[in-house]
Structure formats: structure tokens, C-alpha cells
């Protein structure tokens, strides 16, 4: 059974930054695409940043578009989310999950395998 575990998470100033880790164990027969959501108080899970199996493809939401970075090192099965200029609406539970698609999907039925989730709480 594929288990994902994040971590990384904690509380910073808006401006500042924090760095995500999603580590990946269990059997796989190759590198799973990887996506990152995020779940707000009151509101529904959505989309953050995704990227294929072996990285040649990457999306991120419009909200953290040049904020954000994902990145993957499969030697290490780590999958990582750079979160830089945070603001309050930034805060959320955020989660890793994975899938066995072609690394574009966006919607959270999409995806097999989900960790626990981090919190992230970004302070004015």
C-alpha cells in the first residue's frame, strides 16, 4: 500500500516562507504523479501545484503561481513544495497525493493515495 507522510508544516509571517516535504513509501512499479492540495476552514480541498512522474511536466494553481514551486526527487521519493511571499489566505491543512495519471490532474477525485495533511497558518 503506497503511504504518503508531509511535513514542514508550521505558523510564519505573511511575506515569509515555508518548505513542504511529501515522502513517498510502498510498493510502486514507477514514480507515481504527484499533486499538492490545500483544505481551508469552511471550505473545499483545492488544487495546488502538480507534477508528472519523472518532473518534464508542472501546474500550479493561479493563487500561487510564482509563489510556489513543486519539485520531485525520485531517487529519495520526495516530493517537495517551496512556498514563498505567504499571506493569510494561504492558511490551510495542506496535503500530498498521488496518482498513477499523467501529472495534470486537478481535481481531488483524481488521485489514489493521500497523506495526513500539514497545517500551515500564515500570520498578518
Known amino acids: 500500500q503506497v503511504q504518503l507522510v508531509e511535513s514542514g508544516g508550521g505558523l510564519v509571517q505573511a511575506g515569509g516562507s515555508l518548505r513542504l516535504s511529501c515522502v513517498i513509501s510502498?510498493?510502486?512499479?514507477?514514480?507515481?504523479?504527484m499533486g499538492w492540495f490545500r483544505q481551508a476552514p469552511g471550505r473545499e480541498r483545492e488544487f495546488v501545484a502538480c507534477i508528472s512522474n519523472y518532473g518534464g511536466a508542472i501546474y500550479y494553481a493561479g493563487a500561487v503561481k510564482g509563489r510556489f514551486a513543486i519539485s520531485r526527487d525520485n531517487a529519495k521519493r520526495t516530493v517537495d513544495l517551496q512556498m514563498n511571499s505567504l499571506k493569510p489566505e494561504d492558511t490551510a491543512v495542506y496535503y500530498c497525493a498521488a496518482n498513477r495519471g499523467h501529472g495534470d490532474e486537478v481535481r481531488p477525485d483524481e488521485y489514489d493515495y493521500w497523506g495526513q495533511g500539514t497545517q500551515v497558518t500564515v500570520s498578518s
Open positions: 510502498g510498493p510502486t512499479t514507477s514514480p507515481l504523479a
